[in-house]
């Protein structure tokens, strides 16, 4: 239910004049370029965990959403903050290594917390959603890297 009506708000503000407004009075710094103008990140962030949280059981939901959320945080970190070369369009090396190393701390904090999933496949999958976010792929990365890193994880 939040999902949606954050993602209801983040459409209005993108065609009612005055909500647009006032979202950009309030949250326009926190936007990138490229979402002034599209759905934001944290939009198709909801929407891919959401569809995650129904198509898989809850301990590959926990890890997937764990490594988009810790990953892409550390990416961006990473990425934006220190020249490094680039690997596909917007992808950099270090955001890439710097959403690996995030993702395979966050599986080991999660095995050792909740030991519900094999250390094996919680790297696997941390492997797989650095894969993933790296590729220049149609979608958000936001959106396309839980869903997919929980297939992934779910044919484990």
Same mark, same amino acid.
């Given at each position: 239910?939040?999902?949606?009506?954050?993602?209801?708000?983040?459409?209005? /503000?993108?065609?009612?004049?005055?909500?647009?407004?006032?979202?950009?009075?309030?949250?326009?710094?926190?936007?990138? /370029?490229?979402?002034? /103008?599209?759905?934001?990140?944290?939009?198709?962030?909801?929407?891919?965990?959401?569809?995650?949280?129904?198509?898989?059981?809850?301990?590959?939901?926990?890890?997937?959403?764990?490594?988009?959320?810790?990953?892409?945080?550390?990416?961006?970190?990473?990425?934006?903050?220190? /020249?490094?070369?680039?690997?596909?369009?917007?992808?950099?090396?270090?955001?890439?290594?710097?959403?690996?190393?995030?993702?395979?701390?966050?599986?080991?904090?999660?095995?050792?917390?909740?030991?519900?999933?094999?250390?094996?496949?919680?790297?696997?999958?941390?492997?797989?959603?650095?894969?993933?976010?790296?590729?220049?792929?149609?979608?958000?990365?936001?959106?396309?890297?839980?869903?997919?890193?929980?297939?992934?994880?779910?044919?484990?």
């Amino acid at each position: 239910m939040v999902c949606m009506a954050i993602v209801l708000v983040d459409f209005l /503000r993108l065609h009612v004049n005055g909500i647009k407004e006032a979202f950009f009075l309030f949250f326009g710094s926190f936007l990138r /370029r490229h979402e002034i /103008r599209r759905l934001s990140g944290a939009s198709y962030l909801l929407l891919g965990c959401l569809i995650t949280s129904l198509l898989y059981s809850k301990p590959i939901v926990v890890a997937a959403c764990s490594y988009i959320i810790v990953g892409d945080t550390f990416a961006a970190i990473f990425g934006q903050n220190i /020249r490094s070369p680039r690997i596909f369009q917007n992808k950099t090396i270090l955001g890439s290594i710097g959403f690996l190393g995030a993702s395979v701390a966050t599986a080991f904090l999660l095995h050792s917390i909740t030991g519900a999933l094999p250390l094996s496949h919680l790297m696997i999958g941390a492997i797989a959603a650095s894969i993933i976010e790296a590729f220049p792929l149609p979608l958000d990365d936001n959106f396309s890297v839980p869903i997919i890193t929980g297939f992934v994880m779910s044919l484990l």
